[in-house]
């Protein structure tokens, strides 16, 4: 393969890594609802805006073309978010389904 073809698959690969970063990034701040619950600790919350912040600053572990980094650092965030709103017993869309079905008297 020739320079060309290679410039070409690391551009669509750093293109498809943005995307899933970008795609993180949207479901954070759309988590951003689970914060506002009293029930979720200080720690959660301050673990998500810090993630937030790290994608979008120039500062990070490894160069920006990879963005592996940042993807890992939202996904924590996003884990660590609902597993605190599911202890603290927030939820999401299924529970919700599962309510509406099984109505508790």
């Known amino acids: 393969m020739d320079t060309t073809a290679w410039l070409i698959i690391g551009a669509v690969l ?7 970063a970008g795609v993180l990034l949207v479901r954070v701040f759309r988590a951003r609802k689970l914060l506002v619950d009293a029930g979720i600790p200080l720690h959660n919350k301050a673990l998500v805006w810090a993630a937030v912040i790290y994608t979008v600053s120039p500062v990070d572990l490894l160069p920006d073309p990879v963005y592996l980094d940042d993807i890992g650092f939202l996904m924590l965030a996003l884990r660590s978010l609902h597993a ?3 202890a603290a017993g927030a939820g999401g869309r299924a529970e919700r389904a ?3 079905r ?4």
């Open 98 to 100: 599962t309510e509406a």
């Open 84 to 86: 605190a709103a599911r």
């Open 14 to 20: 750093a293109l498809l890594t943005m995307v899933v």
């Open 102 to 105: 099984h109505p508790v008297p």
